[in-house]
């Protein structure tokens, strides 16, 4: 029997269906709701103009991600909804428009949303390779934000004019009107225009290696040219101030697109992202919402944040980079999984209250299991806070679970490798684990082979390799501890001691003691209120809160129509 919590996947793959299936509006096409006070008596969910702008695009992304992690189609019915939505409401120069809503005032659509749709509209692409209109709505998409940007093509200094030698594009604002277009009166507020309109870099190089779109890898070149040099965002050192989300999606379209054009320096911009926002983070993926905007201690991790640390280091180890696999296992099997609602004990439901427009009120306590908060400290959620669950996280963390759950195994040297320890069955081979209770993984082909396994530094020195019960000898390559001339089901294991270590760690702006088990957090001090972190310990009762515990202060991101008084 275990003793403690262990990482699963699967498990949280299925509270991810929950969430995205229910927390939807079936009078609306389930459209998806972004606001939800869980504190707020009664607990409620509210409509704002972003559910028809970025969820429905990082919802697509999301739910269908956890249908292939379980292998199921759960979910069928919200997925086809979700897909009219990103069909429909499209408007001048290829954008999507959000739709007219009593929740809605403006008609506007923003760059830094078509960061959301572009990457939902090449998971269609690639889902309805055949389909024109799928075709048209990214091609159009593409080329009428092509025919947006401004080119920069000369710099005239004081010295002289020189020109440009490759291309550099911008965007002149980051809100564009439904009538009227570029209003420069007007704007988002958030001070950060050049990285929150460059998040569709990826989709722009992923757009490019699906259909081979060449208007997709010049926009992507001409956007990161620019981030890179006269935007001035980045120091030499690749710091920044501001959106952590929106540097580190940024830093995962650099990597990849110096992979697809063969140039270093795209790379080693998005390494150096990476590594600014790892070094003002936590060991075990705590990643602060935003870099050098307030004072560390007001800080709260946005789940996003953690995708796309993930994502960036996925990528990495694909470009040449291993020691970030460290990094991929740590953050994963940790603060995603502390991210994730699991308890509802302090949400009081009515269910006799009926739904008003854009409102819904039952069954909040049972819809928002499986949701991702917007902000956790990192050994708490503060469940008064606004965005204690944010729409935006819900969709975007199950991108980063399933790029776990895939790269759990890759092929390594002739080798199936085990890179991040979990239960695992596929048709090519089954792996199990039983971290922190055991130091111990397991890995059975299903064909005759080679496998073997990453070497972590927490693993200590004291490793041995068993096949069907028998130690065996194991060669050591590049960090990789491999087993030649397996059978087809024979059992390779990893056996090494475990043990329960204290480490202090300064992050969040104080000092915690971080109770580890190999590569598993299992506590962390001081304990955290309101919904505790890390209670990973099962011969300890789980402390949960009660609604009179979580006051509601009415904090809260008001719409225009619910602004208070």
């Known amino acids: 029997m275990n003793r403690y919590k262990h990482f699963d996947p699967v498990a949280m793959a299925r509270r991810s269906i929950n969430y995205i299936t229910t927390m939807v509006d079936p009078s609306e096409d389930n459209l998806p709701y972004w606001l939800i006070l869980p504190n707020k008596k009664p607990a409620e969910a509210a409509h704002c103009r972003?559910?028809?702008?970025?969820?429905?695009?990082?919802?697509?992304?999301?739910?269908?991600?956890?249908?292939?992690?379980?292998?199921?189609?759960?979910?069928?019915?919200?997925?086809?909804s979700f897909k009219r939505h990103l069909l429909s409401s499209w408007g001048e120069h290829g954008l999507r428009f959000h739709k007219k809503y009593p929740w809605t005032h403006t008609m506007h659509s923003s760059f830094h949303e078509m960061g959301y749709?572009?990457?939902?509209?090449?998971?269609?692409?690639?889902?309805?390779?055949?389909?024109?209109?799928?075709?048209?709505?990214?091609?159009?998409?593409i080329r009428g934000m092509r025919s947006l940007v401004h080119e920069r093509k000369v710099r005239t200094f004081w010295s002289g004019d020189t020109y440009e030698s490759e291309p550099v594009y911008e965007f002149p604002n980051d809100v564009y009107l439904q009538e009227g277009g570029f209003d420069m009166t007007r704007h988002t507020g958030r001070g950060e225009q050049s990285i929150r309109n460059s998040i569709m870099l990826l989709a722009l190089v992923e757009r490019y290696e699906i259909k081979g779109d060449e208007v997709a890898l010049d926009l992507a070149k001409g956007m990161a040219n620019f981030l890179?040099?006269?935007?001035?965002?980045?120091?030499?050192?690749?710091?920044?101030?501001?959106?952590?989300?929106?540097?580190?999606?940024?830093?995962?379209?650099?990597?990849?697109?110096?992979?697809?054009?063969?140039?270093?320096?795209y790379i080693k911009a998005g390494k150096g992202i990476y590594d600014y926002i790892r070094s003002i983070s936590s060991s075990f993926g705590w990643v602060p919402e935003y870099a050098q905007w307030h004072p560390m201690d007001e800080e709260h991790c946005e789940t996003c944040c953690i995708k796309d640390m993930l994502h960036a280091a996925v990528e990495l180890t694909q470009a040449g980079y291993p020691e970030y696999w460290n990094d991929i296992n740590l953050?994963?099997?940790?603060?995603?999984?502390?991210?994730?609602?699991?308890?509802?004990?302090?949400?009081?439901?009515?269910?006799?209250?009926?739904?008003?427009?854009?409102?819904?009120?039952?069954?909040?306590?049972?819809?928002?299991?499986?949701?991702?908060?917007?902000?956790?400290?990192?050994?708490?959620?503060?469940?008064?806070?606004?965005?204690?669950?944010?729409?935006?996280c819900v969709g975007i963390a199950p991108i980063g679970l399933k790029l776990v759950w895939d790269n759990a195994v890759t092929k390594e040297n002739g080798a199936y490798i085990v890179n991040v320890p979990m239960d695992k069955k596929t048709d090519e081979y089954v792996l199990t684990m039983q971290y922190p209770d055991h130091g111990r993984m397991a890995i059975k082909l299903k064909q005759d082979g080679d496998a073997g396994f990453r070497r972590y530094e927490?693993?200590?020195?004291?490793?041995?390799?068993?096949?069907?019960?028998?130690?065996?000898?194991?060669?050591?390559?590049?960090?990789?501890?491999?087993?030649?001339?397996?059978?087809?089901?024979?059992?390779?294991?990893?056996?090494?001691?475990?043990?329960?270590?204290i480490k202090k760690e300064f992050c969040a702006g104080r000092e915690y003691d971080v109770v580890w088990r190999g590569p598993d957090v299992i506590e962390i001090m001081p304990f955290g209120e309101h919904l505790r972190l890390f209670q990973r310990d099962l011969s300890k009762p789980e402390v949960l809160p009660k609604p009179e515990d979580v006051p509601y202060t009415g904090a809260a991101n008001y719409g225009p129509t619910q602004q208070k008084k």
């Open 50 to 80: 972003v559910d028809d702008a970025e969820l429905i695009g990082s919802w697509y992304e999301g739910l269908d991600s956890m249908q292939q992690l379980l292998g199921t189609n759960e979910g069928a019915e919200v997925l086809e």
């Open 117 to 141: 749709i572009l990457p939902a509209l090449n998971r269609l692409s690639k889902k309805y390779p055949d389909d024109e209109e799928i075709e048209g709505r990214i091609s159009g998409l």
């Open 228 to 265: 890179l040099g006269s935007s001035r965002y980045f120091n030499y050192k690749m710091e920044f101030f501001g959106h952590v989300h929106s540097a580190g999606w940024v830093s995962i379209g650099l990597i990849r697109l110096g992979k697809v054009v063969g140039d270093e320096r």
């Open 331 to 392: 953050f994963a099997r940790n603060m995603l999984v502390e991210n994730q609602i699991q308890s509802a004990t302090y949400v009081t439901v009515d269910n006799t209250k009926p739904d008003e427009v854009g409102i819904t009120y039952h069954d909040i306590d049972k819809r928002m299991i499986g949701g991702y908060t917007g902000g956790s400290l990192p050994n708490s959620i503060s469940l008064s806070k606004f965005r204690s669950i944010a729409g935006c």
């Open 458 to 501: 927490w693993m200590g020195k004291n490793v041995k390799t068993w096949v069907n019960g028998k130690v065996v000898d194991f060669e050591e390559v590049d960090g990789l501890i491999i087993v030649r001339g397996l059978k087809k089901g024979d059992k390779l294991e990893l056996r090494h001691p475990i043990r329960t270590i």
